[in-house]
């Protein structure tokens, strides 16, 4: 199973940007679907922006406009471009990748910060 190693978390204030990337351990391993999902203290786990091997992507809509999510098929990596931060936007920040198979991988998150 692959591994995922997240960067690019932070602190900032309300309004600035952060971009979050995530790549595979290996160059080899034959992810469909990679993407981003958040969990904030107390809350669900929830889907932030999402694509495919073939270019589809799915975002929240808390997030529309906002965020945007790009993807290094060759190097196994997804980026997660976040601009026009808002406070509600501070959350664990979770790397997530689909085999062809359905065995999701899980990256172990970075904190993203946000202040009024």
């Known amino acids: 199973q692959g591994q995922l190693v997240e960067s690019g978390g932070g602190s900032v204030q309300a309004g600035e940007s952060l971009r979050l990337s995530c790549v595979a351990s290996s160059r080899s391993f034959n992810f469909n679907i990679m993407g981003w999902y958040r969990q904030a203290p107390g809350k669900q786990r929830e889907l932030v922006a999402t694509?495919?091997?073939?270019?589809?992507?799915t975002y929240a809509d808390s997030v529309k406009g906002r965020f945007t999510i790009s993807r290094h098929a060759s190097q196994n990596a997804v980026y997660l471009q976040m601009n026009s931060l808002k406070p509600e936007d501070t959350s664990i920040y979770y790397c997530n990748a689909v085999y062809y198979t359905g065995v999701e991988v899980w990256g172990q998150g970075t904190q993203v910060t946000v202040s009024a």
């Open positions: 694509t495919t091997r073939r270019g589809a992507e």
